[in-house]
């Protein structure tokens, strides 16, 4: 089973809806959580960390359920330009020589249609 | 400079050969980090440089594949003997490691784009 699973998709989502997925990690132990934002042949670009409390940044809004271990990512009122893959990054805690091999997802792909 | 950079962006390069590809991490930052992604595929971890810790090796795919960190700073990625299989983009990403419980934020370069024909 791989540490961190996302649903490859593609999620098809008429401009102006809502849509929301999944990110499952198997560490417990794990500390950070972070969406990543990749569009096609470029480097994967920091969208939100995500907080115990959850966070919402604009139309975006990120959760954490730690007793299931997941956390999501919910778009409103999607825009054309959202169309990418959100990767999901997790990372282990402890002492500071754990701070590595951030465990990413292979991503979801999201296709806002007009 | 101001992000991550990476050279060369964009390398062919025959069967065989052996190619290296390097990494300038934002000034400061303490971790180190090298990726690869096929094309349509996720990242794969291939290894982690963190301050004078030793690297976490454990992601590179064969002995073929080598890295190193000068002075805390820049990183060369080696791959020798290229195969065709090797061809993807190789990205690097630092960070700045301030705590065990402290959310860093990864950056990443542009990536070098490598084709092995």
């Known amino acids: 089973r791989k540490e961190v699973e996302q649903d490859p998709g593609p999620f098809n989502v008429p401009e102006g809806a809502t849509v929301a997925f999944n990110c499952t990690y198997s560490n417990s132990a794990s500390q950070s959580f972070f969406w990543y934002r990749q569009d096609c042949r470029k480097e994967p670009k920091l969208l939100m960390s995500?907080?115990?409390s959850g966070n919402e940044d604009g139309r975006f809004t990120a959760q954490l359920n730690r007793a299931s271990q997941y956390i999501s990512l919910l778009i409103r009122d999607s825009k054309l330009s959202d169309s990418a893959t959100y990767l999901c990054v997790v990372i282990s805690g402890g002492t500071t020589d754990s701070w590595g091999k951030l465990q990413f997802g292979a991503g979801t792909q999201v296709v806002v249609t007009p | 400079g101001a992000g991550v950079s990476q050279s060369p962006s964009n390398k062919v390069t025959e069967k065989g050969k052996d190619v290296e590809l390097r990494c300038d991490p934002i000034?400061?930052?303490?971790?180190l980090y090298w990726y690869r992604q096929s094309l349509g595929q996720g990242l794969e971890f291939l290894i982690y440089f963190q301050g004078n810790s030793a690297p976490d090796k454990s992601g590179l795919p064969s002995d073929r594949f080598s890295a190193e960190r000068t002075g805390g700073s820049v990183s060369t990625l080696t791959i020798q003997r290229t195969q065709q299989e090797d061809s993807a983009v190789y990205l690097c990403a630092s960070s700045l490691v301030l705590g065990a419980l402290t959310t860093n934020t990864i950056y990443f370069g542009e990536g070098s784009w490598l084709t092995v024909v």
């Open positions: 995500v907080y115990s």
């Open positions: 000034s400061g930052h303490t971790a």
